[in-house]
T-cell receptor
Framework: DVKVTQSSRYLVKRTGEKVFLECVQD?????MFWYRQDPGLGLRLIYF???????EKGDIPEGYSVSREKKERFSLILESASTNQTSMYLC???????????????FGPGTRLLVL | DQQVKQNSPSLSVQEGRISILNCDYT??????FLWYKKYPAEGPTFLIS?????DKNEDGRFTVFLNKSAKHLSLHIVPSQPGDSAVYFC???????????FGTGTRLQVTL
């Protein structure tokens, strides 16, 4: 059974704090993703990674960074949290599969972050 | 620029009837379209997908239709059940990239 876990379900942080969100997958997937979900905006891609130590910007990378030191773990870092980063954060992973093929992403349960 | 659009934020359907969720896209380079279902406080789960070379894919109560000329796809759920109440996201993928582009979601409520 596929599993993506996220380190916290709920977090409350203060403006200016450095925040770490951790994601671990046990499916040996090459690809990992970080999204945020906001009402009326759907899921927006922040960063993704195709391999260890590799990262690419998504659609809204500003104010975030990521780290992928091991294949199974992908961390999202808020360098200096701001109130507009209050959101639901979702991690996902997928297998690279065959070139040109569909890739199904598997999601973790999400971390609801509140920045005060 | 919203490449994948779900124009109906919510939909209410009676149990046993058909639910139709719609999705429009603008990028003709998309090769695959996926539907995800999301319950509150859970991550999205994959439901069904369709390749751009097909116009229909069916899996039990769920059928996805693709109209490439109109850049439109729809998810049909029949018969609808109370457990189908959730937010449904349409997503699209090109064959050359792993990332998905999501729509804004439609909240489906199936009433008794």
């Amino acid at each position: 059974d596929v599993k993506v876990t996220q380190s916290s379900r709920y977090l409350v942080k203060r403006t200016g704090e450095k925040v770490f969100l951790e994601c671990v997958q046990d499916m040996d997937h090459e690809n990992m993703f970080w999204y945020r979900q906001d009402p009326g905006l759907g899921l927006r891609l922040i960063y993704f990674s195709y391999d260890v130590k590799m990262k690419e910007k998504g659609d809204i990378p500003e104010g975030y960074s990521v780290s992928r030191e091991k294949k199974e773990r992908f961390s999202l870092i808020l360098e200096s949290a701001s109130t507009n980063q209050t959101s639901m954060y979702l991690c996902a992973s997928s297998s690279a599969g065959i070139a040109g093929g569909q890739e199904t992403q598997y999601f973790g349960p999400g971390t609801r972050l509140l920045v005060l | 620029d919203q490449q994948v659009k779900q124009n109906s934020p919510s939909l209410s359907v009676q149990e046993g009837r058909i639910s139709i969720l719609n999705c429009d896209y603008t990028n003709s380079m998309f090769d695959y379209f996926l539907w995800y279902k999301k319950y509150p406080a859970e991550g999205p789960t994959f439901l069904i997908s369709i390749s751009s070379i097909k116009d229909k894919n069916e899996d039990g109560r769920f059928t996805v239709f693709l109209n490439k000329s109109a850049k439109h796809l729809s998810l049909h759920i029949v018969p609808s059940q109370p457990g189908d109440s959730a937010v449904y996201f349409c997503a699209a993928q090109t064959g050359t990239a792993s990332k998905l582009t999501f729509g804004t979601g439609t909240r489906l409520q199936v009433t008794l």
